[in-house]
């Protein structure tokens, strides 16, 4: 095998393993990105003769990755989260199922409190993505409308837990990114100006969750963990060029 075929083989099974943990299906994934289930499929099984820059780029976005982070294949898929099975699904689930309506309220709704709520840190910065006043607490189902609304303005929408670490008994800190690709951008007004990837916008986050557990129970398995409360302050929204 050439060096630039493993190379191939082993983004493809960078890309797979991202499919699984979302919850893509390689047909439905492929519309997404437009590129036939074929090609994805050769992509995925590394039998691609070149790295199309442009489709793979549309790949990364709609996985809520960098480029960079999907070619650089020494990175693991979800690096520095707890280092508890559990929680680390609970933070992974949680946010992947954020904009999926109905059915993400009906998934999530088993891992939230009754109580939960949620608070924009920043809503100035977070504006563009929520209107949402400063500090107002929104409940689980408010949440999932106001992310459902959002989704519905572009062709796809990613969001990746990157990071976790506890903060006392029952908190953790989580840094995540979501990655938007829109459909309402004026292509030929700044088609000239930014060839590639002038419409994926990425959101940077860091979240404070507050759990109704404390970690000793979590790591007994004494009790299955919820999110109580959730505090979100935006760090940076930017164009990728």
């Known amino acids: 095998m050439t060096e630039k075929h493993q190379r191939l083989v082993l983004i493809g099974q960078r890309i797979k393993a991202k499919l699984v ?11 997404r990105v437009g590129v036939s289930t074929t090609r994805l499929s050769r992509i995925v099984s590394g039998k691609g003769d070149t790295i199309d820059v442009d489709v793979y780029e549309r790949i990364a976005a709609a996985l809520g990755m960098e480029f960079n982070d999907l070619l650089d294949t020494d990175l693991p898929l979800y690096p520095g ?9 609970l933070i992974t689930a949680f946010c992947l199922h954020l904009h999926a ?13 009754d109580e939960y709520r949620l608070s924009y840190l920043q809503s100035n910065v977070a504006q ?3 209107a949402t006043p400063p500090l107002q607490p ?18 796809s929408v990613a969001m990746t837990p990157l990071q976790a670490w506890p903060h006392g008994e029952q908190t953790i800190v989580t840094y995540a990114r979501t990655a938007y690709i829109e459909t309402k951008t004026n292509a030929m007004a700044v ?4 060839p590639r990837r002038f419409e994926t916008r990425y959101v940077s986050t860091t979240e404070i969750w507050t759990l109704d557990t404390t970690w000793n129970e979590i790591i007994d398995y004494a009790k299955p963990a919820k999110v109580l409360n959730r505090a979100i302050g935006i760090l940076g929204i930017r164009t990728a060029l």
């Open 21 to 31: 943990a979302q919850g893509h299906t390689q047909e439905t994934f492929a519309g």
């Open 81 to 89: 989260l707890t280092g508890y099975d559990q929680i680390d699904e």
């Open 128 to 130: 563009p993505l929520h």
């Open 101 to 113: 309506g109905d059915i993400g309220l009906a998934a999530l709704t088993p891992l939230a409190s």
């Open 138 to 155: 929104v409940t689980l189902a408010e949440e999932i409308a106001i992310n459902a609304k959002e989704a519905a303005n572009h062709a």
């Open 191 to 194: 088609a000239a100006a930014v």
